[in-house]
Structures are given as structure tokens and as C-alpha cells.
């Protein structure tokens, strides 16, 4: 489950300020119950319990489920990630370019894979010659298991002296046939053929429809990632405000008149579990894969 601090997510965090909710959820991650077992367990009565549940059920924490008469209460999600607002910095002047997830120059990718649109999906799936279809372009989201995509990016540095920073944001998950909410993937991330570092994706997620993935797309594949940012600065690289690598702005080259973002599964990850890009037709974030350059100019630096 993917969270913001909007409105739209408050049920969720009031759904777990509760100490005996935070049991029930605990007990419910070892076995599906009813509310008699939670009402043993816990040792309060039954109409109590019912009541957390609702409130877990209210915020899509649990869902329920009937076995012959009984009711049974089920743990609907794996993990929760929650998104910040991203940190200004009014001291340097930046702009933003956001590629769509279709538009990609280059690519060398491995079964299981795919394109969808927004009606349907484009070409066949698992069949790689179907990303050089011409209809690529309007692929919204783009999966696969083994290989890399890579985008071309404009670099707009006319009067600009100075890059400070480079983030490059997308929602990445893995890829597994049809879903897997516990299946880690090592992305990497290159920038002008130059890696400066991976994410472990936990999981192909499906426990929950993505807020913008079209109706046509059935429950139980992906649904949506996680928003990532990738940050390159004179100091390191970071993930999310965290550090990341070494690899700072001077080791990337910067001589062509754009900016080359690679998404890799490599060989050598410890965790190869595939891909998977959700574009602003997809997933929980109506964004495209996103570039924002920070730079200062000859009176910011003066």
C-alpha cells in the first residue's frame, strides 16, 4: 500500500492508532481468523472486535471472506510506504522534463514482458519484438524480467554555468507473472552509461488496485510501485534523501546533447526480479519517468 500525507490517506493512519488493531493485524499476519478467534486471542468481546475490523477493512487493511458460515478476517497488504514532500531548494533554479514510459530510445529485454496502454495491452506479451512496435509510444506501462530500457532526455543547459543537482523520479516495482507482493528486484540505475546505484524493490504489487490503473486491467496483476527519486549531486548520490554511492555529478560524462537514464536488471543482481515502470495512465502517481535538474547561474554563483 502506497501513502501520501493527504486527506485521502488519513484513514489508514487512524486505523492504526490503535494498540489492539496493531494486535489484530500482528495475529492476522500468521493465519486468517474469525472474529470468535480474535475474540479469544485477545480476550475482549466479540462486538468489540468487529468494530476493529471494520475500521481495518474501512482503511483496505483487511478484507473479509466466507469459509462455509464462518467469516473469516484476512490481511490484505504487505507493507505500507509512505511519500513526503519533497524538499525545496529555493536557492537554485531548476526545470523538469517528464519522458513518457513508451517513449524509450533503447532496450534489450527478456520474458516475462510487456507493453499496456490505455485500453489494452500493445502487441503480445512475453514477446520482446514487440517493443519496437511503433505503438510503443503510448505504452503507459512497460515490465520484464531480465535486460534494461533506456530513455533519452533533452539537457536544456543553454546560460546555465553551474548543474548542482540531477534527480530522476519514476514509480519502478518488480515483475513477476501475474503478481507477488514478497518478490525483491535489484533496479539499477545508470545515468550516461554510468551506474549510480540500485533500489531492492520488494514486491510486484497487487494486494490493492493502483488509483489510476485503468479498469481493463484484472486484479491480480501489477497494480502499482513505488515513487523513487534518484538523486546525483557534487557530494554523492542519494535514494530518497539517503545515501546512495559515491558517484557524484563530475564522474557522469556530460558530452552529448542529452541525458541518457537507464532502468537495468543486471546479471549480476543478487535479486533479479524483473521490472516494472508505471507511467501517468498506471500505478498510484499520475507522472511520467520525470528529470528535474537543479542549477545555479552566473549571479548565483558570483
Not at 274 to 281: N, R, S, V, W
Request: proline share 5%; glycine share 6%; with cysteine.
Amino acid at each position: 500500500m502506497d501513502l501520501d500525507i493527504s486527506q485521502a490517506s488519513l484513514p489508514v493512519y487512524k486505523a492504526l492508532a490503535s494498540e489492539v488493531r496493531l494486535k489484530i493485524i500482528d495475529l492476522l499476519s500468521t493465519r486468517n481468523m474469525s472474529v470468535q478467534d480474535l475474540s479469544s486471542e485477545l480476550g475482549i468481546s466479540s462486538s468489540i472486535v468487529l468494530m476493529h475490523l471494520n475500521k481495518l477493512a474501512d482503511a483496505n487493511i483487511i478484507k473479509f471472506r466466507y469459509r462455509g458460515h464462518r467469516k473469516l478476517s484476512i490481511l490484505n497488504i504487505d507493507n505500507i510506504h509512505i511519500s513526503f514532500p519533497k524538499k525545496v531548494y529555493p536557492d537554485f533554479s531548476s526545470y523538469t522534463v517528464r519522458v513518457p514510459v513508451g517513449q524509450y530510445t533503447g532496450y534489450a529485454v527478456k520474458p516475462s514482458c510487456g507493453l499496456a496502454g490505455e485500453h489494452n495491452f500493445i502487441g503480445k506479451v512475453d514477446q520482446p519484438t514487440y517493443f519496437m512496435d511503433p505503438k510503443r509510444v503510448n505504452a503507459q506501462m512497460i515490465w520484464w524480467n531480465n535486460g534494461y530500457v533506456e530513455y533519452q532526455f533533452p539537457k536544456y543547459f543553454e546560460n546555465i554555468n553551474h548543474v548542482e543537482m540531477l534527480d530522476i523520479s519514476a514509480e519502478l516495482g518488480s515483475e513477476f507473472p501475474f503478481s507477488n507482493n514478497a518478490w525483491p528486484s535489484d533496479i539499477s540505475v545508470f545515468i550516461n552509461d554510468k551506474e549510480i546505484g540500485f533500489w531492492t524493490s520488494p514486491g510486484d504489487f497487487s494486494d490493492t488496485r493502483g488509483k489510476f490503473t485503468p479498469d481493463w486491467v484484472p486484479d491480480n496483476v501489477n497494480q502499482y510501485g513505488i515513487l523513487k527519486t534518484f538523486r546525483v549531486t557534487n557530494h554523492g548520490s542519494y535514494l530518497d534523501g539517503q545515501p546512495l554511492s559515491d558517484i557524484s555529478l563530475k564522474d557522469i560524462k556530460n558530452e552529448s546533447d542529452t541525458i541518457t537514464i537507464r532502468f537495468q536488471i543486471k546479471n549480476s543482481a543478487k535479486h533479479k526480479g524483473g521490472c516494472t515502470i508505471f507511467g501517468a495512465g498506471f500505478g498510484n502517481y499520475p507522472q511520467d519517468i520525470e528529470m528535474k535538474v537543479f542549477y545555479s547561474k552566473k549571479d548565483q554563483t558570483a
